[in-house]
């Protein structure tokens, strides 16, 4: 409080009250500078006290989702050496020879210890209290049809790594699951197309969604052939739909994609090359079938539906481009469309001389090229989806000058080789000794354990004589004691009738395993020449598996006969 004097001559004192301020007021320089701080935050587009808690869950979704990695790691990484010596005690190996490219005895059945990596982190969310357990243990659905399908692929690999099983039954697999998870959520109900608008699937969505699956599965299954290489391709393609998920609020898709990472990770230390174990079809079923499903997810919002199916379509473009390259090679080819061979991508960068871990890395560097594309299809605006599909589609027409420019060299390659392969030369070195061998049998029995002895010196997988008569039981049979699976899916074979055509009671029939998954035409030939052989002997020992004596012949001989006779 002051005091002021009055006017001159007064003795009055005026006494100047200031006005009570509340406390709580700021002055008029905080209030200044508090406008000040509020104007720049909404220039630099910065949240306010409300959206600065939705920050604060955005960061703790994200920590969920690190320590969902983290954990799906070291299950993986624990569990991949312990499915090691389990694959070894059950005779799942992948053996060195014909398509494939390794040189030792390596264990698969590795996806087994990516599907328990995989579902370790989610089980644990039922006892969590979160916002992405909240998402996650609320579409149960969703996630039983993910989890059922995911186990029963797994299996059906499992015991194909381990017995094997024909591709027709794989394929029937396949279906049948694809169908369950058309059943629990995962559809294609409707596509967005620029245009035309949106186009219903209607009666054709289950159709549609059995072949999106069946395709990602068999893409995925298809580019395992080096080390590293499926799992680094899917690692690329998950982080892809994880970004794209964690983007547009996707929690469940993100924590599916999050979790899968982490168990690819965990499995790529004894994965990469050189590899200590293949995930088999196992790990390339399930991988596979969680990619194809889980891009689903997002395709149940009609009017994102084809940005949500391109953007793994693009993510996963490698192994997508080798399988239809593969199926319109082996339709020119009149090959059977599921028949192995060395056509495929990686294959085709080892011919030109590069080396594995530099075929694969080079695979890795399109997948990233594929991934930023991807995402920024992603973003949905128009000059960043033309982009990111000017730079896919560079990157596709870079893939197909390259195989095309090598299918010329590696066919004139793979005939010069063909004529000297591995098979023919140990034929041709052998051929000589045969001849003393077949003649000095002296029984059936003989000459059946003269063919035994080729076969092993050969390194054929196995020789079976069959009679021609059908539905009778197979005469002979030789299979190689030092090949653990004689019949695998490498080994190609060669028959023969026992003499012409119309005489042969029964046919030779040869397995062998070739490096460009058919017989060579010099192997051909030499095939040939022994089963002559093996038909002199046994007529000439008067075996029942001879070839008839024909009236034609005996009709031949005849002149031939009494003219020497004659003379």
Known sequence: MKRARGPAGSSTNVTIVPYPRPASAP??????????????????????????????GRHRIMRTYLAAFAFSALVSGILTPLVRLLAFRLGAVARPGGRHVH????PRLGGLAIFVGFFAPLVG?????????????????KVIGLFAGGAILCGVGAIDDTRGLRALHKLYAQVVVAVLAFACGFRIDAIS?????????????????????????NAV?????????????VFFAALTNFVVAYLSFGTLP?????????????????????????????????????????????ATQKASTAVSLLVPVVALGVPIFDTLFAMVRRWLERRPLFSPDRGHIHHRLLDMGITHRRAVLLIYGVSVLLTVAAIGISLGRSWQVGLALVASSVVFIGLVRAVGYFEQAHG??????????????????????LPARFEAARSEADVLAA?????????????????????EPTAYRWTNPTDDDPYGRDVVSARYPIGRDDAARAELKFGLRSDFGDVSPQTEVLLQVVTDMVEASLTRVKSHLAPRVLAEAATAEAPALEATSGT
Not at 125 to 141: E, G, I, K, N
Request: proline fraction near 4%; include cysteine.
């Open 254 to 298: 993100a924590l599916f994609m999050a979790t899968m990472m982490g168990a690819i990770i965990g499995f790529l230390f004894y994965n990469f090359n050189p590899a200590r174990i293949f995930m088999g079809d196992s790990g390339s079923y399930f991988l596979g079938y969680v990619i194809a499903a889980t891009s689903l997810i997002g």
């Open 221 to 233: 299954n298809l580019i395992d052939g080096l080390d590293g290489l499926a799992a680094g391709v």
């Open 412 to 433: 004139r390659r793979r005939q010069k080789e063909r004529l000297r392969s591995r098979d023919s030369e140990i034929l041709r070195r052998l051929l000589p000794r």
């Open 193 to 217: 197309l620029p245009f035309v608008g949106e186009l219903s699937m209607g009666i054709f969505a289950l159709p549609v969604t059995v072949l999106w699956i069946v395709g990602i599965v």
């Open 27 to 56: 002055c008029w320089r905080r209030r200044r500078k508090s406008r000040r701080r509020s104007r720049s935050a909404l220039e630099c587009g910065k949240p306010t006290e409300q959206p600065r808690s939705s920050d604060d």
């Open 103 to 106: 040189r030792h005895e390596t």
């Open 125 to 141: 969310l039922f006892f969590v209290q979160s916002v992405v357990a909240q998402a996650f243990t609320q579409d149960v659905r």
């Open 451 to 471: 063919l035994g002895l080729f076969g092993l010196e050969g390194q054929l997988a196995y020789v079976e004589i069959l009679p021609v008569a059908g539905g």
